[in-house]
């Protein structure tokens, strides 16, 4: 027979999960998915469905690490297709490098490059940054056009939409073929133990 003390425990964690489940729910913020492992995505978008004016930058910033280890990349897409990678492997400064490589998109990849923001909700989510985003650790944010309207993802996106974020961050990362990120992890690794003290 149940102590008189168990009824009353069982009873308030009943209470707890249905007080749970109703604010899952009727919540107002995005539903989470799980972050996007890669951005090899296969869209089944027209070309004549990516706006002309389609463009996306993408920046992605180490956190506050002491030279010559923090380092800061942009990837940009413009509407034409060429994709620019610029990748700065220290604190900018006059005597800091600037490498950039090049890749041209075929009207279909941008077509399938647009369907895949699309699906994350680049141009439907407002996006909004944390309250007293955490300091030091790596950050990204991310800006682009469609159709006249320009949204901004702000770093350090509220925890529902992080994995949206990310997956955003996946589709931009993956436009760069892997030997070429490999290259210049490997110009880095160069430049750190050229400047290390």
């Given at each position: 027979m149940p102590s008189t003390h168990a009824l009353p425990r069982a009873l308030f964690m009943f209470t707890a999960l249905l007080s749970g489940l109703a604010c899952a729910l009727f919540r107002s913020e995005p539903p989470v998915q799980p972050a996007t492992p890669t951005a090899a995505r296969q869209i089944d978008r027209p070309s004549a469905d990516r706006p002309a004016d389609f463009t996306v930058s993408?920046?992605?910033?180490?956190?506050?690490?002491?030279?010559?280890?923090?380092?800061?990349?942009?990837?940009?897409?413009?509407?034409?297709?060429?994709?620019?990678?610029?990748?700065?492997?220290?604190?900018?400064g006059p005597d800091v490098?600037?490498?950039?490589?090049?890749?041209?998109?075929?009207?279909?990849?941008?077509a399938d490059l647009y369907g895949?923001?699309?699906?994350?909700?680049?141009?439907?989510?407002?996006?909004?940054?944390?309250?007293?985003?955490?300091?030091?650790g790596?950050?990204?944010?991310?800006?682009?056009?469609?159709?006249?309207?320009?949204?901004?993802?702000?770093?350090y996106v509220i925890p529902a939409q992080r994995p949206f974020a990310d997956g955003l961050a996946a589709s931009?990362?993956?436009?760069?073929?892997?030997?070429?990120?490999?290259a210049?992890?490997?110009?880095?690794?160069?430049?750190?133990?050229?400047?290390s003290q």
């Open positions: 993408y920046t992605w910033a180490e956190g506050s690490l002491p030279p010559p280890y923090h380092y800061t990349y942009t990837i940009d897409v413009a509407a034409d297709g060429t994709v620019t990678l610029t990748y700065t492997p220290d604190y900018a490098p600037v490498w950039t490589e090049t890749v041209s998109l075929t009207d279909d990849q941008l895949a923001v699309n699906l994350d909700g680049l141009f439907t989510t407002d996006w909004f940054s944390q309250d007293g985003p955490p300091v030091g790596s950050s990204f944010w991310l800006s682009a056009t469609a159709n006249g309207v320009d949204v901004q993802v702000p770093a931009m990362n993956a436009l760069i073929a892997p030997a070429t990120w490999d210049l992890e490997a110009q880095r690794q160069q430049y750190i133990t050229e400047h």
